[in-house]
């Protein structure tokens, strides 16, 4: 049986959906209803102070590339500050893991998910905005939570109070 060759996908720079996420832009570059659901990509640019809280998805693998600047990356194995140039995996099985900006300067990340369905998560929570535009992190009320809870847990995720890492057994 002959496969169907399938269109080159080019995206030129500033073009995607632009997402305020947490205080971050995030661009979807590429979705998985262009790649038949293998892997979505977006790039993520992250602010002083921002990146999500603890979270876990045991369905998908997370990649990240962190393409400028440093993020502190933390797992229930550890912290790992992730400088320019460092690759990270978060492998299937729901490892609880988060990372957050702490320098003085904007991070740029490249995250891939395979199988793909992350990026309809960010579509349906996230607020457009231009190229660039940073809004600030939304209040979040005890409502607001629990409707960020049943989205994620509709695409797979799973989220954890903030001070998970830190609170006593």
Do not use: W
């Amino acid at each position: 049986m002959e496969q169907t060759k399938q269109s080159v996908i080019t995206l030129g720079p500033g073009q995607g959906q632009h997402l305020s996420m947490a205080g971050g832009n995030y661009r979807i570059l590429i979705t998985g209803k262009q790649t038949g659901g293998d892997f979505a990509t977006i790039e993520m640019l992250v602010p002083p102070g921002g990146g999500p809280g603890p979270h876990a998805h045991p369905d998908f693998h997370e990649s990240f590339y962190v393409a400028e600047g440093e993020v502190e990356v933390q797992s229930e194995e550890g912290t790992y500050t992730a400088t320019q140039g460092a690759y990270i995996v978060i492998p299937k099985g729901g490892m609880v893991h988060s990372f957050k900006n702490r320098s003085a300067k904007l991070a740029k990340l490249l995250c891939t998910v395979a199988p793909s369905g992350l990026e309809e998560m960010f579509l349906e929570l996230g607020v457009p905005v231009a190229p660039g535009e940073f809004l600030p992190p939304p209040e979040i009320d005890d409502a607001g939570r629990k409707k960020m809870q049943e989205v994620a847990e509709k695409y797979g995720q799973r989220l954890y109070p903030p001070d998970y890492f830190t609170r006593p057994d």
